[in-house]
């Protein structure tokens, strides 16, 4: 079974902080993305990547940045936490782009 | 870029009775479309998907239809259980064929 983790599934942190959201998949993926959930708005698209230290933005990467220094681990970073970035963020991997995505179980974050 | 829309945001059904939900995408170029289903708290999984040389694909009770020429494809459930209650999103690739696309969601409820 695909395993992806994300390191917290709650976390609370302060505007103006630098946040760390953490991704690790364990099937030797190519791909790896990062998405925020919020709702009435599904699933918008911030960073992804198709190989180590490779990254593209999506749709909404304003105010992020990744970092994809091994195959299995990618990260996202809030540079300056702000109030508008309260929400849930999903994770996920694939062998191929046009392929099943499993995603991991999601970090909600909340920043006061 | 690509943009998907998903209709209806909400549907109530019966248990037993059927239910569809209809997406259309803008990139003509798009050959992957999947679904996925997000029981609550829980994170999004694949259910089924299709590929742009198909025009239907089946699994059980659930079944995907694909209309390249009009840009739209449906998920169709059959004989709805009160276990088929869960958020439903379809996605499309991008232009560039790299990353999904997600629409916005349809929260399906099945009433026993």
């Known amino acids: 079974d695909v395993k992806v983790t994300q390191s917290s599934r709650y976390l609370v942190k302060r505007t103006g902080e630098k946040v760390f959201l953490e991704c690790v998949q364990d099937?030797?993926?190519?791909?790896m993305f990062w998405y925020r959930q919020d709702p009435g708005l599904g699933l918008r698209l911030i960073y992804f990547?198709?190989?180590?230290?490779?990254?593209e933005k999506g749709d909404i990467p304003e105010g992020y940045s990744v970092s994809r220094e091994k195959k299995e681990r990618f990260s996202l970073i809030l540079e300056s936490a702000s109030t508008n970035q309260t929400s849930m963020y999903l994770c996920?991997?694939?062998?191929?782009?046009?392929?099943?995505?499993?995603f991991g179980s999601g970090t909600r974050l909340t920043v006061v | 870029g690509e943009n998907v829309e998903q209709h209806p945001s909400t549907l109530s059904v019966q248990e037993g009775d059927s239910a569809v939900i209809k997406c259309t995408y803008s990139?003509?170029?798009?050959?992957?479309f999947p679904w996925y289903k997000q029981e609550l708290g829980k994170r999004p999984q694949l259910i089924i998907d299709i590929r742009s040389n198909v025009g239907e694909k089946k699994d059980q009770r659930i079944a995907v239809t694909l209309n390249k020429t009009a840009k739209h494809f449906s998920l169709h459930i059959t004989e709805t259980q009160p276990e088929d209650s869960a958020v439903y999103f379809c996605?499309?690739?991008?232009?560039?064929?790299?990353?999904?696309?997600f629409g916005k969601g349809t929260t399906l409820s099945v009433s026993s």
């Open positions: 996920a991997s694939s062998f191929l782009a046009a392929d099943g995505y499993t």
């Open positions: 099937m030797d993926h190519e791909n």
């Open positions: 996605a499309a690739l991008n232009q560039a064929g790299t990353a999904l696309i």
């Open positions: 990547s198709y190989d180590v230290k490779m990254k």
């Open positions: 990139d003509s170029a798009s050959n992957y």
